[in-house]
């Protein structure tokens, strides 16, 4: 999920890559804050995670 100024903007699904790894791409247009949080899981293996970055764009 991508957040700016505290409102999800878009949510991405994300593809499993390899073990503990998953991908997915967004694009964002405004300049300023972004959150972005990732929750994913293997059904497979069982594996979860949870995510949290924050970043600009100038």
Do not use: C, H, W
């Amino acid at each position: 999920m991508v957040k700016y100024d505290g409102n999800i903007i878009n949510t991405v699904p994300l593809s499993f890559s390899s073990p503990s790894t998953f991908k997915g791409q967004a694009a964002v247009s405004e300049k300023g804050e972004y959150e972005i949080i990732v929750y994913a899981f293997d059904p497979q293996t069982g594996n979860t995670g949870v995510g949290r970055v924050r970043t600009s764009v100038n």
